[in-house]
């Protein structure tokens, strides 16, 4: 049973990748998108990945700062191999890589799963905190354009939101309700919950998250966590401005176009599918609409970069995985048993 469940999640998932691609190329004209993409200048498509390696070193080097207060010992190659398999198993299944990393580290460095787990929690409010600013600040630079692209998204979804307004007021209605009821069986139930096994795992696994997302307060090199953190950004941006001179049609595009597709881009990446397939490749090819990019050309630069990135991590996540199994073939067990429960608890 739990081997069919654990299928249907998978071909759910798969799924909706796959529609979300269909819909990114409905209605392009897809042997202009072919014509576009044999232009591709593989030079300049190069030079983008290597920019991309050094964010992928920079991004371990960062997170071996943030558990240094928590194994000291922990070493730079192992936070870099299992950063590495958590991005190739995101491909597979959105956010379990986040999971994935952790246990796989928990093998290598020995580092309790939800404190390090804890950690990448940090990460990803740094991440969100970065972001929030680069769109801020592209709407300051860029407000004519993007106060387009954002509107008319934002009405479509009104629309859509405002037909469906009793079902959104239900949901809402029945989540507040329930976090009420958690709170009072919480109030007056504690003392009894105290004695519970069951509770006292959670409060263990929340103490040790708690630790891995303060460990940020114990850094021994603040400002150096900071410069990495700007570089990894820094490195996001370069990559996407040199991947415009890989094609004719966005070579002449300015740093700013740049800047935009970064932010809308990632908004993309963020989508909850695989590697944002389909929904980075709407966002990137409707932002350089607003640059006079037509959709083909568009869409062959969304291609050109998303897969040369995706194929990136499978090649070093595979490598990656290949190492840290012979270094641990305990590992392998990771790949079996893919729960957060299941990783949280060894």
């Not at 269909?22 to 392009?28: E, N, S, T």
Request: one cysteine or more; a positive charge.
């Amino acid at each position: 049973m739990k081997k069919l469940l654990d299928f249907l999640k998978y071909a759910a998932i798969f799924g909706l990748s796959i529609f979300m691609m269909w819909y990114a190329l409905k209605g392009i004209d897809f042997k202009l998108v072919l014509k576009h993409l044999k232009e591709t200048d593989f030079f300049w498509l190069s030079i983008s990945l290597l920019v991309a390696l050094s964010g992928f070193l920079s991004r371990a080097y960062r997170w071996k700062m943030q558990l240094a207060p928590i194994n000291p010992r922990v070493t730079f190659a192992d936070t870099y191999h299992a950063m590495m398999i958590g991005y190739l198993a995101n491909l597979v299944l959105p956010r379990m890589g986040e999971v994935f990393r952790c246990s796989v580290l928990k093998r290598s460095s020995n580092i309790p799963v939800q404190a390090s787990f804890g950690t990448v929690i940090t990460e990803r409010l740094i991440d969100m905190v970065m972001l929030l600013s680069l769109m801020g600040i592209a709407f300051l630079v860029e407000f004519d354009r993007l106060s387009t692209f954002f509107f008319s998204f934002i009405s479509d979804e009104f629309h859509s939101a405002k037909e469906n307004q009793k079902l959104i007021y239900t949901v809402v209605g029945l989540f507040i309700a329930g976090i009420l009821g958690v709170i009072i069986i919480l109030f007056f139930y504690l003392n009894r919950l105290r004695e519970n096994r069951y509770f006292q795992k959670v409060a263990s696994l929340v103490r040790g998250f708690l630790e891995g997302i303060f460990s940020i307060g114990k850094l021994e090199n603040k400002p150096g966590f900071i410069a990495h953190t700007l570089f990894v950004w820094g490195t996001y941006y370069l990559m996407g401005y040199l991947a415009f001179f890989a094609l004719p049609a966005t070579a002449n595009l300015s740093p700013l176009a740049a800047f935009s597709v970064l932010v809308i881009g990632s908004l993309g990446m963020s989508a909850p599918v695989q590697g944002g397939i389909g929904v980075f490749h709407i966002m990137v090819t409707n932002t350089l609409l607003l640059y006079g990019v037509s959709k083909e050309a568009g869409m062959a630069f969304a291609l050109i970069n998303h897969t040369s990135q995706t194929l990136m991590v499978v090649l070093l996540g595979g490598i990656s995985f290949i190492l840290s199994l012979a270094k641990n073939p305990k590992n392998k067990e990771i790949l079996e048993t893919p729960t957060i429960g299941y990783d949280l608890q060894r």
